[in-house]
């Protein structure tokens, strides 16, 4: 079995070469039409004012300006992660979220996060600050898996002390507390 | 009935020492299921009045709190009313004022005799008449059943204001309501470990961590700590060992330390979430709340950590065990249709019993020193505030009104 499957891979192989070999040769004997003769500039072309130079590749200086970018690209790429009522398991948008989160904690390679999970109103604030931990560990092991090495990431819970909306009456209100936050701890 | 009084009357005349007068006023009080007593209007002997915090009331308060009285507030002594009610003692006093001092007598008399029973002198600045008057009560329960009262007992509790949450201290009835913290966002799971000491999470390092405090003395220090979550205290009225949940270990589990804060005990070693526990009062078990099974129950097991077993199976979602001072039942709140509300159990898991059956949600219950109530957290009204039960589910009184009350517990 094991003689076989090794003749076969080294027959596709010979194959294999053959398509390069003759790849390489047509390109050799494809000839391109000889570019026209350039004309003299006979027009003169003013040059394009300073201000409509492009400015999107701009590296800015200013340290306020810089601290606002690092600002929006945080909160842009390490974003609020919700989950469902009582549970701990990663929703399939959030673990979309949580992509993005990993890829620009590999960009910001010296960042150290603080992963802060939380939980809506409903049930004991001692049961709820072991939920909102299982909340922020589950987002600490995805990122882990992802590369991440687990001593840039610290996890915490705020059980249900720290609800974005208080006294929710119905779900819709509950799951916007039911979260994992990040938090910049050091770059 | 007679024969009670005749024998009391009797006594008095006889013995006349204090110790044979306490003998007889418990077989007074051993008549009735609740002891007739009358509460007069106390007097001024200059003419500086009361004007708020009437001792005579607070006592009255007290005794009627008790739920084991029978009590007859009345502006002056009258002998018809008494007869009538069948009063054999009443409460009587009299009261000087001096600028911010007040020097008072308490005392307790024969309704029938008109004799002089017991009495006690209070002096000090006006502003302790509420403890003053709380001490006498205790006085007199302790005489006629002997039992130590509640009057004295404290609440810790916490105040929600927005995000942020401090602890408080108050009487038992809700008056005299003090900060203890100021520092750190949130304070919360507040424990007695004695009258002036207590412990308590605090997130003043941006994490919740362990912190004893003094009372009297208005400082504290940490006292557990980690890189991980050290939560929801509850100390022993027997031995040194504070329970609390750790998540060192990967995720909550119960684990136990002396008042030092040394050696650390891990006794939970389950993959699910375990936490909320208590002792029981002879200190030989704890209680706690675990999702082993999915959904949160409540367990018992030897304060070794072996001998686990689940006590609670009437409800989906049943939390915040604590144990009556008594050892006879722990009361727990329980989630069935939708709502939550204060159960008690055995601490063998039999005997289920529905404590409150309020509007809006009833948890995180404490007992009182002497197990004759259970005080909790309702938001019943749409606010959140304290509320006083008896174990039977009568006598239910409001002890806070400023609506962001939470996680009561009463001195042991």
């Known amino acids: 079995m094991v003689m076989k499957t090794r003749t076969l891979s080294a027959g ?29 500039d006979t027009t003169f072309t003013e040059p394009e004012p300073l ?31 919700y989950f469902d009522y009582d549970s701990y398991t990663l929703k399939q948008a959030e673990i979309e979220k949580l992509g993005a989160a990993g890829n620009f904690l590999r960009e910001h390679p010296s960042l150290r996060v603080l992963i802060e999970g939380h939980c809506d109103e409903r049930g004991s604030s001692e049961y709820n600050m072991g939920l909102g931990e299982n909340r922020s560990r589950v987002i600490k092991d995805y990122l882990k898996n992802y590369g991440i090495p687990a001593i840039r990431m610290e996890i915490t819970s705020w059980g249900k002390e720290r609800p974005v909306v208080a006294g929710c009456s119905n779900d819709a209100c509950h799951a916007k507390n039911r979260r994992a936050e990040f938090k910049v701890l050091s770059r | 009935m007679i024969n009670i009084r005749i024998l009391f009357l009797y006594s008095i005349v006889i013995a006349g020492t204090l110790y044979a007068e306490q003998i007889d006023l418990r077989s007074y009080a051993s008549g009735f299921d609740s002891i007739p007593i009358a509460v007069i209007q106390f007097r001024s002997l200059n003419n500086a009045g009361i004007t708020t915090n009437p001792p005579w009331e607070i006592i009255a308060d007290d005794l009627d709190f008790s739920g084991r009285f029978f009590v007859i507030r009345t502006p002056k002594s ?55 008057a709380h001490r006498f009560t205790n006085k ?32 038992y009835d809700g008056y005299n309501q003090r900060k203890l913290t100021s520092r750190g966002k949130v304070n919360v799971f507040p424990a007695f470990i004695d009258s002036n000491t207590i412990v308590w999470t605090s997130f ?42 750790s998540s060192r270990a990967g995720n909550l589990d119960i684990y136990t330390c002396n008042r030092t804060g040394k050696n650390k005990r891990r006794l939970t070693f389950n993959r699910s979430i375990d936490t909320s526990p208590c002792w029981s009062p002879n200190g030989y078990h704890i209680a706690f709340t675990s999702d082993r099974t999915g959904q949160p129950q409540i367990y018992v097991m030897d304060a070794d950590g ?64 002497d197990a ?29 009104r400023s609506g962001n009350a939470k996680m009561p517990d009463w001195s042991k």
Not at chain 2, 336 to 363: C, H, M, R, Y
Request: hydrophobic content about 35%.
């Open chain 1, 12 to 40: 596709i192989l010979c194959v294999a070469l053959l398509l390069s070999f003759t790849g390489c040769k047509k390109q050799v004997t494809t000839l391109q039409e000889p570019q026209p003769e350039p004309k003299p």
């Open chain 2, 306 to 369: 072996v001998n686990t077993r689940r006590i609670t199976f009437n409800g989906s979602y049943q939390d915040s065990p604590a144990w009556s001072p008594r050892g006879d039942k722990i009361a727990y709140s329980s989630l069935q249709n939708g709502k939550f509300d204060i159960w008690t159990v055995s601490p063998d898991g039999t005997e289920p019993a529905q404590v409150t059956a309020l509007p809006g949600n009833n948890e995180y219950p404490t007992w009182s020193p």
């Open chain 2, 78 to 132: 009258d002998s018809a009313l008494f007869a009538g009610k069948n009063i054999g003692i009443f409460i009587y006093g009299e009261y000087t004022i001096t600028g911010n001092d007040i020097e008072m007598d308490c005392n307790l008399y024969d309704a029938t005799a008109m004799d002089l029973l017991f009495g006690k002198k209070y002096r000090g600045q006006l502003k302790f008449l509420r403890d003053m």
């Open chain 2, 372 to 400: 004759s109530h259970i005080a909790f957290v309702s938001t019943r009204g749409g606010k959140s505030n304290i509320y006083c039960i008896r174990p039977d589910g009568t006598g239910i009184k409001q002890i806070t």
């Open chain 1, 51 to 81: 201000q409509s130079i492009d400015t999107s590749d701009e590296v800015s200086f200013n340290e306020a300006e810089l601290e606002a970018e690092f600002q929006r690209k945080v909160q842009e790429n390490l974003r609020t992660i």
């Open chain 2, 140 to 171: 007199i329960y302790d005489m006629l059943l002997g039992e130590r009262g509640p009057f004295e007992s404290e609440i810790l509790f916490v105040k929600d204001k927005g995000n942020t949450k401090h602890l408080y201290i108050m009487d």
């Open chain 2, 204 to 245: 003043l390092r941006g994490k919740p961590d362990l912190y004893t405090g003094s009372i009297s003395a208005g400082s504290f220090s940490i006292f557990v700590y980690s890189r991980y979550i050290e939560t929801s205290p509850a100390a022993s009225t027997i031995h040194d060992k504070i329970v609390y949940a």
